[in-house]
T-cell receptor
Framework: GAGVSQTPSNKVTEKGKYVELRCDPI?????LYWYRQSLGQGPEFLIY????????DSGLPNDRFFAVRPEGSVSTLKIQRTERGDSAVYLC???????????????????FGPGTRLTVL | GDSVTQMEGPVTLSEEAFLTINCTYT??????LFWYVQYPGEGLQLLLK?????DKGSNKGFEATYRKETTSFHLEKGSVQVSDSAVYFC???????????????FGQGTILTVHP
């Protein structure tokens, strides 16, 4: 079946511009994560959605970053007033079950998309 | 906070050589441990996992044992192939207070290159 997809695959923008990055998770997956991977580093957690709500946004670096998942499926990561330091690969991942006592999502494999490479000039 | 430390890379081996990539961690709760792999031109994918102490995860000839006493999860393979060339990431996910969001904390990655 279809995996996690992300669009665009590459995005080049100028400092100060606004960008939106889209993630289509695997159908039926309720949990969705965004990560950011800088060159030569491992991915770093940004935000986690359970259904439509952001259950944990502790990884967002500042208030220029915002993400939504209005219908519990597709998610959009939005970055305002981009800075050169925002340049990175932005990864999206999904898992089939919820977190919490029943879901034990820490055990579940996360399925990653190919990422969006953002370059801020 | 939670953190993962991987051995410095890159690692270059000849085909059929023995591979070890070291991984140690610190965690605020009881972690599940993972190895993810990123092949050239592909996305991250799970290689293996272990969810409790002394568990051994294995897949595609790779193995890693969850060692709580040494807070380690070293990746090993007895005989590497050219097709194993990739970037390998050790990661953990902590379950605290009976709940878990499943978010992953990754190491910095180790580049493995295997020559024929």
């Amino acid at each position: 079946g279809a995996g996690v997809s992300q669009t665009p695959s590459n995005k080049v923008t100028e400092k100060g511009k606004y960008v939106e990055l889209r993630c289509d998770p695997i159908s039926g997956h309720t949990a969705l994560y965004w990560y950011r991977q800088s060159l030569g580093q491992g991915p770093e957690f940004l935000i986690y959605f359970q259904g439509t709500g952001a259950a944990d946004d502790s990884g967002l670096p500042n208030d220029r970053f915002f993400a939504v998942r209005p219908e519990g499926s597709v998610s959009t990561l939005k970055i305002q007033r981009t800075e050169r330091g925002d340049s990175a690969v932005y990864l999206c991942a999904s898992t089939p079950t919820a977190g919490g006592l029943a879901g034990r999502s820490s055990y579940n494999e996360q399925f990653f998309g190919p990422g969006t490479r953002l370059t801020v000039l | 906070g939670d953190s993962v430390t991987q051995m410095e890379g890159p690692v270059t081996l000849s085909e059929e050589a023995f591979l070890t990539i070291n991984c140690t961690y610190t965690a605020t709760g009881y972690p599940s441990l993972f190895w993810y792999v990123q092949y050239p031109g592909e996305g991250l994918q799970l290689l293996l996992k272990a969810t409790k102490a002394d568990d051994k995860g294995s897949n595609k000839g790779f193995e890693a044992t969850y060692r709580k006493e040494t807070t380690s999860f070293h990746l090993e393979k007895g005989s590497v192939q050219v097709s194993d060339s990739a970037v390998y990431f050790c990661a953990l996910s902590v379950e605290a207070g009976g709940t878990s969001y499943g978010k992953l904390t990754f190491g910095q990655g180790t580049i493995l290159t295997v020559h024929p």
